[in-house]
């Protein structure tokens, strides 16, 4: 008797004519036997699919350059395919399953002929965990099935839990033949199923990662009651060995990563890292909210990466202990053998290749690693990975950081009255563009809980959705807006960031213990600035007031914007946030009353 996956496995087989199928093991054994096919086998063009780097100095880690057309997400040829438009909301590009079925199967048709078809079972969090998910992906390019070894656990267990059930989480990935044209990510959230094709990039490709853990998780944590939010998850130990846990949802470019490893400058204090893109959010039986991430690997920005800004993840590269680590798309110095990246430790190198191997020297207005280039690596190696990592029931949250890039307007650290006015920070989220985005420098994007282009049903809803998470959740996390990006007149950044975060996470965590004041504003309760340690920051007196500065000018504006934002969701934003926006609105109008 074959089992609905066996069938279902058959049936892509057919479709996609394959010239073997290998159901993985994800076993190292087998991680090393495919990467081998990527070095001998396997090309994109006439370059093989992997390159090994420098043994002694980069242990068991190889590089990867993609087609030049393929590296970074393509939110244009992102699809969310409900029956109704409604449901995929102004926030999705949306097709009819009908009609998205009809024009990829044929796109689908023959695509890995010559090829061998990698069926990948894998689970999304620990096999033992309630939250967890059993799931399958099909692809046809070594890249990616040793990557999903890294993002996942891939192994026979979920193949063991899938058993006879047919409503487990199908991905189909080709890479066909990289066409930007014929390139689609098509998600069927009703059928858990996700169909990829012409793209090799992980976001577009690791269909485990934001497809199914953040677009199709999130449809069924609405359906479900729980919420899959982009968000790194961070427990912070005191120094008398107390651990917080917190998440934090920001943008891209706003250092998520580097938060997630922070090395504190305060001493005493320690950051342990359990995830730095997804986290899966539960009401446990105590009433409180409980947070597992379902990945196990970093799929991280490298330029920018150094001993400054994240010592830790330099370590984490540099470990070894679960194979294998990748790069994508960085330059490589061919005296050494090593990857580089703008932003690096040292001297550039004199002889480099630029990311699509052209000689690259310094002072040439090109970048030499791809602005988007990244590793994968799995997070078992990094040294200050949290020992609840692994734990089935995850880790209590006491507070939800909310992030973003704003040169002026928000405070560097905010705490919401309550659960309410907290989703209401989270939806107003807006972030500027950085130089590295595809985006114009220093354009404001809205972007609540840094979900835009992750949620996989109408905004409008999800909103929803989290106050009535908050109504089941007898003591809730406080919610924090936080911005290490104000500048001064200058244009300089008024904080230093990195490592000396900690001291805003410091106040985060004594705020959870009950353990330190603040004053009500307008905006919600901000530190009293003595409560703040600042020994041993480069920030003066005046600067730290200014970093807490509330200009209602500006907030008129802000407000405005809001509101303009909202209104695409017509009746689906729910009244409780308009309120709020009203609030806020009517709060500044008093004040402005009080000064005249
Ligand atoms: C990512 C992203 O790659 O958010 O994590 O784009
Ligand atoms: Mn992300």
Redesign the pocket.
């Known amino acids: 008797m074959t089992t609905p996956l066996e069938r279902w496995v058959d049936e892509q087989a057919k479709l996609c004519k394959p010239d073997k199928i290998h159901w993985c093991d994800g076993t190292e054994e087998e991680a090393r036997r495919i990467v081998e096919i990527g070095i001998k086998e396997e090309k994109i063009g006439n370059t093989p699919v992997f390159q090994e780097l420098n043994k002694e100095a980069w242990p068991d880690t190889y590089f990867h350059r993609s087609h030049p057309t393929d590296v970074a997400r393509t939110e244009k040829l992102t699809f969310i395919c409900h029956p109704d438009k409604e449901t995929a909301g102004p926030n999705n590009n949306w097709m009819h399953p009908d009609e998205a079925k009809e024009k990829l199967r044929k796109l689908f048709d023959g695509c890995m002929k010559g090829r061998t078809m990698y069926v990948l079972p894998y689970m999304m969090g620990n096999p033992d965990s309630p939250y967890a998910k059993a799931c399958i992906q099909i692809t046809d390019i070594s890249y990616v099935a040793v990557s999903m070894r890294i993002m996942t656990r891939m192994n026979k267990t979920a193949i063991k839990k899938i058993g006879n059930r047919d409503d487990f989480v199908k991905g189909l990935h080709s890479v066909a033949d990289f066409d930007p044209n014929k390139r689609f990510i098509m998600h069927f959230p009703e059928e858990h199923l996700v169909w990829s094709i012409g793209s090799g990039y992980g976001g577009n490709a690791l269909l485990g990662k ?1 497809c199914f853990s953040l677009r199709i998780a999130s449809y069924l944590g609405l359906k479900e009651g729980w919420l899959a939010e ?1 968000m790194v998850i961070l427990g912070i130990e005191d120094p008398k060995g107390n651990v917080t846990y917190m998440t934090a949802a920001m943008p ?1 470019a706003c250092g ?1 990563t580097n938060l997630a490893m922070l090395e504190s400058a305060l001493p005493g204090y320690k950051v342990w890292i359990l995830g730095d ?1 997804i986290a899966w959010l539960n009401v446990g039986p105590d009433g409180r909210l409980w947070a597992i991430n379902p990945e196990t690997g970093l799929f991280g920005v490298a330029p920018g990466t150094s001993t400054k800004t994240n010592p830790n993840m330099l370590k984490t590269l540099k470990g070894k202990k679960f194979y294998p680590t990748l790069f994508t798309n960085t330059a490589l110095n061919t005296d050494s053998n090593e990857p580089w990246w703008e932003g690096l430790d040292g001297d550039i190198p004199k002889n480099l290749i630029d990311w699509q191997g052209k000689p690259w020297r310094a002072g040439q207005e090109t970048k030499a690693a791809h602005p988007n280039s990244r590793f994968t690596v799995s997070i078992y190696n990094a040294p200050t990975l949290s020992k609840e990592f692994d734990n089935p029931k995850g880790v209590p949250i006491s507070a939800i950081i909310l992030g973003s890039r704003r040169t002026k307007l928000i405070p560097l650290v905010v705490e919401s009255f309550d659960w309410e006015h907290g989703v209401f920070m989270g939806v107003r989220i807006g972030s500027e563009t950085t130089a590295a985005a595809i985006h114009k420098e220093g354009v404001l994007r809205r972007d609540p809980m840094a979900m835009l282009p992750f949620c996989g049903y109408n905004m409008g809803d999800y909103f929803r959705h989290w106050l009535n998470i908050g109504k089941k959740l007898k003591n809730p996390p406080k919610i924090y807006a936080v911005n290490w990006f104000k500048v001064d007149e200058n244009g300089k950044f008024m904080w230093p960031g990195f490592g000396e975060n900690i001291r805003v996470l410091e106040w985060i965590v004594k705020r959870t213990q009950n353990k330190v004041g603040a004053q009500d504003t307008a905006l919600g309760r901000m530190p009293h600035l003595k409560a703040l340690n600042m020994k041993g920051a480069c920030v003066s007196a005046k600067e730290l007031k200014k970093l807490f500065e509330v200009n209602p000018a500006e907030w008129k504006a802000e407000i405005s914007d809001i509101n303009k934002f909202l209104d695409q969701f017509g009746s689906h934003t729910p009244k409780e946030i308009r309120n709020q926006c009203k609030k806020l609105e009517d709060s500044f109008k008093k004040e402005c009353a009080k000064v005249h």
């Open positions: 934001k982009h891209s998520k893109d």
